[in-house]
């Protein structure tokens, strides 16, 4: 609970896919600062450029789908993420979002980007190109709250602590108190 209140004061949501996220990216800005790593590089993007989520699978334009889903990236994502490092002292880098990378993702084919079931297509096969084994390359994405398990243990504490869903006890947790 500690950690998901420091979140959601931090990026000033109470938002539960924000906090969620949020919680292991505070803890990785936390122990880089800790480490003396002046810098983080984030994937921040790929999924937008390359048409990562299932969105875009069901867009009738998958690239016009993924400049909706670059132009709602600063609200959504960029805000959260570069509050969190910059409390740490730690710059974060986005090479995904670099404007010529961009750029000519967007002119990139569908059928380069979403190929048989595997979103990402043109990335996964640059990656097993350069040497990473298959099942690497082509391996399903789990979302940074789920993948360590942040989600869960929020979830978790809700329950614990009386509420029925992660987002009303998030909101409990920073709402002021009354003395």
Do not use: W
């Amino acid at each position: 609970p500690l950690l998901a209140k420091q979140v959601s004061e931090q990026i000033e949501s109470t938002d539960a896919v924000k906090v969620a996220v949020g919680i292991p990216f505070y803890i990785c800005a936390k122990q880089a600062a800790i480490d003396g790593c002046k810098v983080l590089f984030s994937g921040l993007g790929a999924e937008e450029i390359m048409a990562g989520y299932q969105r875009h699978k069901l867009a009738s334009d998958a690239n016009d789908e993924c400049v909706q889903g670059l132009l709602n990236l600063h609200e959504r994502d960029l805000y959260r993420d570069d509050v969190l490092t910059i409390r740490e002292g730690v710059e974060l880098r986005l090479p995904f979002l670099d404007r010529l990378l961009v750029e000519f993702s967007l002119t990139v084919p569908i059928n380069l980007k979403i190929k048989d079931e595997h979103q990402k297509y043109l990335l996964r096969k640059s990656a097993q190109r350069l040497g990473m084994e298959d099942v690497d390359a082509f391996r399903p994405k789990k979302a940074a709250q789920y993948g360590s398990r942040f989600d869960r243990a929020l979830k978790k504490a809700a329950k614990d602590h009386g509420f029925d869903n992660r987002v009303d006890f998030i909101k409990d947790l920073v709402r002021p108190k009354e003395k």
